[in-house]
C-alpha cells in the first residue's frame, strides 16, 4: 500500500503564488509517476502535472504550463506543486496520486490523496 499526504493548500489572490506537498510512505517503490489532479465543484477531477519518480520527466496540462511546475525529492519522497501567477479558475481541491504508467487519466492512477483546498480571489 502507498498512502499520501498533500499539504500547503490556501486562500490567495489573483497573482500569487502556493507550493503544495505530496508526501508518500509505504510501498513507494510500486510507483512509477506521481500526478497531481484538480476537482473544481461540479466538474471532473482534471489533470495538472506529473513527473516520474526515476528520472523526473515531466507533463503539464497546456492551462498552467509556465505557470506551474513539478519536482520531486527522492530522500524525502515528497512530491511538489509550485503554482504561479494563481487564477481563480485555478480554485479547486488538488490531489496528488500515484501510477504505474505515463496517462493523464484519473482511472489509470491508484493511490490518492486527501486533497488539499486551494482557493484563488479575484
Known amino acids: 500500500q502507498v498512502q499520501l499526504v498533500e499539504s500547503g493548500g490556501g486562500l490567495v489572490q489573483a497573482g500569487g503564488s502556493l507550493r503544495l506537498s505530496c508526501a508518500a510512505s509505504?510501498?513507494?517503490?510500486?510507483?512509477?509517476?506521481i500526478g497531481w489532479f484538480r476537482q473544481a465543484p461540479g466538474k471532473e477531477r482534471e489533470f495538472v502535472a506529473r513527473?516520474?519518480?526515476?528520472?523526473?520527466?515531466?507533463h503539464y496540462v497546456d492551462s498552467v504550463k509556465g505557470r506551474f511546475t513539478i519536482s520531486r525529492d527522492n530522500a524525502k519522497n515528497t512530491v511538489y506543486l509550485q503554482m504561479n501567477s494563481l487564477k481563480p479558475e485555478d480554485t479547486a481541491v488538488y490531489y496528488c496520486?500515484?501510477?504505474?504508467?505515463?496517462?493523464?487519466?484519473?482511472?489509470?492512477?491508484?493511490?490518492w490523496g486527501q486533497g488539499t483546498q486551494v482557493t484563488v480571489s479575484s
Open positions: 496520486a500515484t501510477t504505474q504508467t505515463l496517462g493523464v487519466a484519473a482511472r489509470q492512477y491508484d493511490y
Open positions: 509505504g510501498r513507494t517503490f510500486s510507483k512509477y509517476a
Open positions: 513527473i516520474t519518480w526515476s528520472f523526473g520527466d515531466t
